[in-house]
């Protein structure tokens, strides 16, 4: 597959490295690996984050009507009229001062507690994971450093491949790699996506002793250099 002339310089695409065993994850037509859509992810997860948020923005959206269906006499002129503390709350908690502060007090420590976690696991670096690999009575174990290294130099030795930058990802039990491809331009990506497959990470997996390795490549195109017009 050539790419176009006319795709945008900057125009990225992200495929994943299936398991190949035998004539599985095969084109029948060609024989080629077969490309299908990525379910590595290419960066970090913001899943808890972002479902958070959601959770937080759908309270407040649901509390704001309800203070809007109040206040403008849809629930009854009545409650509408009514002050803003409740009388009868006011009074429980003027009996009940001591409880009130005490429940106010492990209340807000608890939203502290919660406030500092959520920053310190929103901060906290992705990780890294080496593998560790079993070799009869004995184990091994592969930096995470030593694994991308040697993975990134292979990969620029792909033809049309400028630079590549690698990086582990996963955990311990399930590791992946993430790729990151500039090509050159006209670059044909169908030769880069073999050349991978068939030295690169194929290198890898036998290293590891494993027959699936999850790798998520994204690639992009350099930008032709600009030549001066003198």
């Known amino acids: ?6 795709k945008p310089r900057n125009a990225r695409s992200t495929w994943t490295q299936p398991p190949l065993k035998g004539e599985e994850g095969r084109d029948s037509g060609t024989g080629r690996p077969e490309i299908k859509p990525s379910t ?16 937080v923005a759908l309270l407040a959206v649901l509390i704001g009507a309800a203070v809007l269906l109040v206040g403008t006499g849809w629930l009854g002129l009545f409650r509408a009229q009514r002050p803003l503390a409740d009388p009868i709350l006011v009074e429980w908690l ?23 976690w959520w920053v310190v696991r929103a901060l906290r ?10 070799r009869g009575s004995g184990e091994l174990t592969v930096t995470a450093a030593a694994l991308t290294e040697a993975v990134r130099a292979d990969a620029e030795q792909v033809t049309g491949v400028n630079r590549a930058r690698v990086r582990m990802a996963g955990s311990e039990q399930r590791p992946s790699l993430r790729l990151t491809l500039s090509l050159q331009e006209g670059t044909n990506v ?17 290293a590891l002793g494993t027959e699936t390795l999850p790798t998520a490549i994204r690639l992009q195109l350099d930008r032709a250099p600009r030549q001066r017009v003198r």
């Open 94 to 116: 003027s009996a009940n001062s001591r409880l009130a502060l005490a429940v106010a007090i492990v209340l807000g420590i608890v939203l502290f507690v919660l406030g500092l």
């Open 40 to 55: 590595t992810p290419t960066g970090r997860g913001l899943g808890f984050e972002r479902g958070v948020v959601v959770v």
């Open 190 to 206: 169908r030769q880069v996506w073999e050349e991978l497959d068939g030295k690169v990470l194929s290198r890898a997996r036998e």
């Open 1 to 6: 597959m050539q790419t176009s002339h006319k």
């Open 125 to 134: 670096p992705e990780s890294r994971p080496d593998v560790r690999l079993e």
